[in-house]
């Protein structure tokens, strides 16, 4: 008899007696997928416009500009994943570095703050393009998204990840349909490619890009989340790293080449003054209702909320599971193999930030903690680079240079703001 593929292999299930742990049932394409899932959406559809009003023409230079700033981290992340394969990635990291457990904690709890948050506000969003087609009080779709997605992470990390990873295929088809429209409609357009790279003498325009890649460098949160499915990924110190890099490079090139069709098809006022930059230049290019757009729409945003739900009750486990929180966020059901009362505890915090908190003010700050917390694992590499301690053999590794750079870039686009209007 052929074995079911969908139950664990007999390595991944946990001998009599032993504490349930998480399923290693995630390989390199999930991985992937996962990256770019949690990582494409509200910054590439909601930022153009944005970037584009700063940036003009040059906008695609300034996400490239963002994306070599992301691979300092990137990397630092990459080594880490290998150096402590454990889930609460960032917390785990800084504690490696500093071994402060206030730091530790405040570490784990600041990205778990940002990622409730963040899915709170992606559900909403959600909400008000389901609210276009199906007319139903938004609270009472919001509250049936975030349920709905919290019951899926808790039933099992291949089938909410395997759902996220249609979904991401999906949003990146509506990006790459924008791409290859865009060719369609003026062939020739990318044979100007070169002129959104501005002379390096053209201090207006560098001005205007470093000033745009503030808003930019946001769109590339969420590549570094895989990094707390570590627990779950098949061999982690070969799959992370790929992961991590895969994913970056991916995303660099899908922005880079969107918002250039961008730029070059709607000019920069009216991107700026759109509510839906992207839905505006699909339609522009396409002449497809923007039915199309909402309903790509929908499927990139329920996509951000599992994936989100799914990142943070892994953190929440990881500091259980380090004795940081109470040890019952650290369980694992034993039936799904998910950390239960972790996601349970996410799904409901986010349901309430959802249906009850002001978002505005903490969705601008969500952005400014991440890049603190980027710093801080960058410096916390340096750190135990300098201590000496050795990486475990196979594991990927970088010069010190590179986590010294990801910190001074971060805190110089965390103070950037501060200096440039």
């Known amino acids: 008899m052929k074995p079911d593929p969908s139950r664990p292999a007999p390595s991944e299930i ?14 390199l394409p999930l991985l992937v997928l996962y990256g770019l899932g949690i990582t494409i959406g509200a910054g590439i559809y909601v930022l153009i416009g944005s970037v584009a009003a700063k940036a003009g023409d040059f906008a695609p230079t300034s996400f490239l500009f963002a994306a070599v700033v992301m691979a300092f981290s990137a990397a630092s992340f990459a080594e880490f994943s290998g150096r402590i394969p454990q889930s609460a990635g960032e917390a785990v990291y800084v504690d490696a570095g500093f071994g402060q457990n206030w730091l530790t904690l405040a570490t784990g709890l600041f990205i778990v703050f940002s990622a409730t948050i963040a899915g709170a506000a992606i559900a ?20 049936a998204i ?20 249609v979904l991401t295929v999906i949003e990146i088809l509506g990006l ?9 409609s003026e062939p020739a357009m990318f044979g100007k490619i070169s002129s959104a ?9 560098l001005t205007g890009i470093f000033s745009a890649s503030l808003i930019a460098f946001f769109a590339f949160i969420g590549f570094d989340d895989v990094v707390n499915l570590v627990e779950e990924t098949h061999n982690p110190k070969r799959t992370m790293p790929w992961a991590i890099g895969i994913s ?8 880079f080449l969107v918002v250039f069709v961008a730029v070059q098809t709607v000019p920069a006022e009216e ?56 040890g019952r966020l650290s369980r694992v059901d034993p039936v799904t193999q998910t950390p239960l009362n972790a996601t349970l505890l996410i799904t409901a915090v986010m349901l309430a930030g959802a249906l009850f908190v002001s978002l505005d003010f ?45 910190a001074v870039s971060c805190i110089f686009l965390l103070l950037g703001p501060l200096f440039i209007d």
């Not at 946990?14 to 390989?27: H, Q, T």
């Not at 700050?365 to 960058?378: D, M, P, R």
Request: aromatic share 6%.
């Open 146 to 165: 975030i349920i709905l997605m919290g019951l899926l992470a808790a039933r099992g990390i291949r089938e909410s990840v395997m759902f996220a990873g």
């Open 271 to 326: 991107l700026a003054g759109s509510a839906a930059p992207i839905g505006l230049l699909f339609e522009r290019l396409t002449g497809i209702s923007p039915l199309g757009i909402t309903l790509i729409a929908i499927f990139a945003t329920l996509n951000g909320v599992v994936i989100e739900i799914i990142m943070a009750s892994r953190v929440i486990y990881g500091l259980g599971k380090k004795g940081h929180l109470p």
């Open 197 to 205: 790279i501005p002379a390096f003498d053209d201090t207006a325009a």
């Open 14 to 27: 946990d001998p009599p007696g032993e504490e349930p742990k998480l399923r290693r049932a995630i390989g």
């Open 176 to 184: 790459v349909i924008i791409i290859v429209s865009g060719y369609w």
């Open 362 to 406: 903490l969705v601008t700050t969500t952005s400014q903690i991440i890049l603190a917390v980027f710093a801080l694992v960058n410096l916390a590499l340096v750190v135990v680079k300098l201590r000496g301690d050795p990486a475990p053999e196979g594991v990927f590794t970088v010069p010190v240079v590179l986590p010294v750079f990801g």
């Open 248 to 255: 970056l490079i991916a995303v660099t090139v899908i922005y």
């Open 124 to 143: 909403i969003g959600c909400a008000g393009y389901i609210s276009t087609i199906v007319p139903l009080p938004p609270s009472l779709i919001v509250a």
